[in-house]
């Protein structure tokens, strides 16, 4: 399986929705995927803004994350194994808009997407060393066991999207 | 050594002033009150440890990786130390080497009062409840709110935790409702678990987005690059950091890792091996300062990441002490992911509150309580391990959790005041120990002595012990808890009958083998159960080998178990010396009694030199396991055997100590090879564990062990089958639970015999 099938298959084993997507259609599926209203941050694909976008409050307040149902952000490396998502900090606020909202929109790129936890640690060493200050690797929504059982939507995103771009 | 700790917290029991009545009062108090929920919980993630690590093709390799890093990571700590300072200050943060706990929070409070804040948010962090941070920062005049969930519930309830990971996992969904609608007074409580939580994140959200300063512990720390790692699956994490301009990370010297990729095996070990989950849902690698924007909810403005502050505190409080302490040092290895205490039959009973001193909870607390609490901490729960040794293999780091048990048993024994009663036991016992073990533990520590003489004047010892005077005296001066059948002694023992039985019958129809073996008359099978040694001899000689029953001391198990050191060792060497003498004339050592096989495979590296050890070990075998090898030689010996339908189902459990040797294969395998249907327990331990459950503090925890035993074999299915299991203990334990005999498994065989 390339690494983008197996990293599929390991979202939906968790339950986290996934849409492929190219750069084109990718409109197309935010409209499905983001509830508004929307947070972002940018997701660095070239050729694609969400400047565009009215329905996307980017550089938001601290108030706008209150309000927010969705948080856009880009994410990578993703890691097939795990189906996770790794969200950098920067500063775009990626961290806190991937954290503030009900649901979290994770775009990533097919290119993106690692074999192995190994791999994936490897690369954020290099990014470490070369300035990146925080990496969050985030597999499914926010969860907590402590209330008697299994609640998703702890403190962080109840629910979780991942957009996968395809040529990217 | 910290000094205040966070026991006072109301509800966590003060272990220093419990006296022998008090402790089993708690135990049951425990049993009745936190046992189902902490049961409940610890026995899934339990289970879930082991469906997710069998999901890792390499997860032996793994754990060999984490654990070399450990190993060479505290070898040279101290260079780690000046490497991460240099790495955080050269980003424009702070390191503190805190001495002690002391030194730790003068540290934290002067941040906070230069942050001018009043408000203080904080991540879960056992180090910080090490170090009691909270009081200390309330008496500074801080507010200070825990954000995790369970947390949370502790502080509110005044309480303390009972687990490594899931500190309120003894409060049931009910008890936090309560807590929830009284402590706020609510019209319209929350009670469904989803309602709680969403009520919890809403008050929390108010709290994270007010306070000034957010404070973390930290799984891993990489010296390289100073990224402080933080595995959370709630998100408040992320959330203490990124809301507040300061970020403070207080962690233990020992979890400084070398490099960033170094994080590899532990992150994917520590979820699996703790609750069960392949990954947590955050994994956070922080190298703060964080270039991510300030949030001020108060005026809806986001600031500059550069005005973040970043502070690191490394604690030493003992740790580097015990880096210096060649049995204590393992300690430092651990990564705290409460495999030991989730695999633990007697935590998954009582929890942390009995299962824990002053801070950590679970087998390997008495490592960290000795450690940065100091010896007395670890005295009231370090008997709760029974050195049953399923943790080893469920922890990531391998570390070998009971050996820790056994030495600080040892060295509180060493520290302790000669009983009142010594008398009593000292013509009996003359043992190595200087000190003063405490009676009871010479008692069963010495327990090779009491079987000779009960042994030498049965049947009249049994008699006389059976009285109900004798049985008051036993449990008023040794607490022999009088609920338990005594074992009855024989007069003749296995080496006694075997040096005057007629010449054997050994089988010569196989000519593949040509050994011979030694069958260790250990304690139990030479004095007590001399049947089942017969057994094992007729079995052995039907399967062509020719046996030898010498006399042998005992194997020392009895004092390891009580921590009687230097006793164990005077054992250990005069038992090697005898059947060294054997192996070199080429005979193998076939044991009955798995506890006694553990020693020779696996707690003799602790008492022996290495070449002595070895030799012994790798002559050494389970009477089961030479059966099946013994069955690979030649299939016909199978044919020795005709089961009577009757023993053609088999409920099996296995001795814990011959599962982590990884041997209750065999007699599962030599079972279904005779043509039985073998159904094995699940269960971690059948709770008697050697003297544990005779001992009246513990008696009604060691029946409930047992009890979960006694459901699983009497499920229908199961409940019609013949019981068999490897251990003598495993075999009392069951037959005070069962209205069924149990049986050894050399037994079966031996009835089986055409
Ligand atoms: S001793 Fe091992 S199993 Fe126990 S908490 Fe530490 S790392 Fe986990």
Known sequence: MSSVGSFTASLSELDVPWTRSTVDALDGVLDDVLAPPTVAAPLGLDGYSLTDRSDVTLDPTPGDLDGATTGL???????????????????????????????????????????????????????????????????????????????????????????????? | MASDPAHERQGHDAPHDDSHEDRAARIRRLLATEGPAVHENTVGFNEGRYESVARLDDYEALKEEARTIKEDAIE?????????????????????????????????????????????V??????????????????????????????????????????????????????????????????????????????????????????????????????????????????????????????????????????????????????????????????????????????????????????????????????????????????????????????????????????????????????????????????????????????????????????????????????????????????????????????????????????????????LSNRLAATDVVRAAMERTLGVDRRRALPQFRRETLVEWFAGRPDPLVTDAFDDVTREVVLYPDLYTNHVHVERGKAAVRVLEALGVRVVVPPVGSSGRAPFSQGMVSTARAHAEAVTDTLLTHVEVGRDVVTVEPSDLAMFRSDYHHLLDDDRFERLAAASFGCLEYCYGLFEHDERRTEQFDVPPADRRVAFHGHCQQRTLGLDGYTEGVLERLGCDVATSTVECCGMAGSFGYKDDYYELSVAVGEDLRDQFTVEGCADRTVVAGGTSCVEQLDALLDRPATHPVELLARALV
């Open chain 2, 122 to 459: 904080k991540s879960k962090s056992m180090t910080s409840e090490e170090i009691a941070v909270n009081d200390a920062l309330a008496d500074a005049g801080l507010r200070v709110t825990e954000t995790d969930l369970g947390e949370w519930v502790l502080q509110l309830a005044d309480d303390a935790p009972s687990h490594l990971v899931a500190p309120a996992i003894h409060k049931s969904r009910e008890e936090i409702a309560r807590l929830f609608e009284h402590t706020f007074d609510l019209e319209d409580p929350p009670e469904t678990a989803t309602e709680l939580t969403r009520f919890a994140r809403e008050r929390l959200g108010e709290h994270l987005a007010d306070a000034d300063v957010g404070l973390t512990g930290a799984n891993f720390v990489t010296a390289d690059t100073g990224t402080i790692t933080l595995v959370t699956s709630e998100g408040n994490a992320r959330k203490t950091v990124a809301a507040t301009d300061t970020h403070v990370a207080v962690a233990g010297v020992e979890k400084l890792v070398p490099t960033v990729e170094d994080l590899a095996p532990f992150v994917e070990l520590i979820g699996r091996s703790g609750t069960g989950q392949d990954i947590t849902s955050y994994v956070s690698l922080l190298t703060p300062p964080v270039d991510t924007p300030t949030l001020d909810f108060d005026a809806d403005e986001t600031g500059d990441p550069e005005t973040r502050e970043f502070h690191l505190v490394l604690l030493d409080n003992g740790r580097l002490d015990m880096r210096e302490d060649d049995d204590l040092r393992e300690t430092l290895y651990c990564i705290r992911c409460s495999a030991c205490a989730n695999t633990c039959a007697n935590f998954q009973q009582v929890g942390g509150h009995a299962f824990g001193g002053e801070t950590y909870t679970g087998g390997i607390a008495t490592g960290w309580e000795a450690g940065v609490h100091g010896l007395d901490a670890a005295a009231a729960f370090n008997d709760l391990c029974t050195g049953c040794s399923r943790c080893v293999e469920a922890c990531p780091v391998g570390i070998d959790i009971p050996w820790i048990n056994t030495v600080v048993r040892d060295r509180l024994n060493r520290s302790g005041e000669t009983d009142r009663f010594d008398f009593l036991v000292d013509g009996l016992t003359p043992d190595a120990e200087s000190g003063g073990p405490p009676l009871q533990k010479r008692f069963f520590g010495n327990f090779e002595r009491v079987a000779r003489l009960a042994s030498a004047t049965a049947p």
């Open chain 2, 76 to 120: 040279r700590l101290p260079a780690l130390v000046e490497a991460v300072t240099e790495a955080v200050e050269a980003r424009g943060g702070h390191v503190h080497l805190a001495a002690d706990a002391a030194d730790a929070n003068r540290y934290i409070a002067e941040v906070c009062t230069d942050a001018d804040a009043d408000h203080v």
């Open chain 1, 73 to 168: 952000t880009a994410a990578g490396p993703a890691i097939a194994d795990y189906g996770s998502v790794v969200v950098r900090a920067d500063a775009a606020g990626s961290e806190p808009v991937s954290l503030y909202c009900e649901r979290h929109v994770a775009v990533v790129a097919e290119s993106a997407v690692l074999p192995s936890m190994r791999a994936a640690i490897g690369e954020l060493g290099d990014a470490i060393r070369d300035g990146l200050t925080g990496a969050v690797v985030a597999t499914g929504p926010s969860a907590t066991a402590d209330m008697g059982e299994l609640v998703y939507g702890a403190h962080g995103p109840t629910e979780v999207h991942v957009v996968v771009v395809e040529g990217r």
